[in-house]
């Protein structure tokens, strides 16, 4: 997957 799709997710899918 992209870098930038991965920025993406974490947005939604914080991994805290």
Same mark, same amino acid.
């Given at each position: /997957?992209p !870098? ?5 997710s974490? /947005? !939604?899918n914080?991994?805290?």
């Open positions: /997957m !870098q930038i799709f991965s920025l993406a974490d /947005m !939604q914080p991994r805290v």
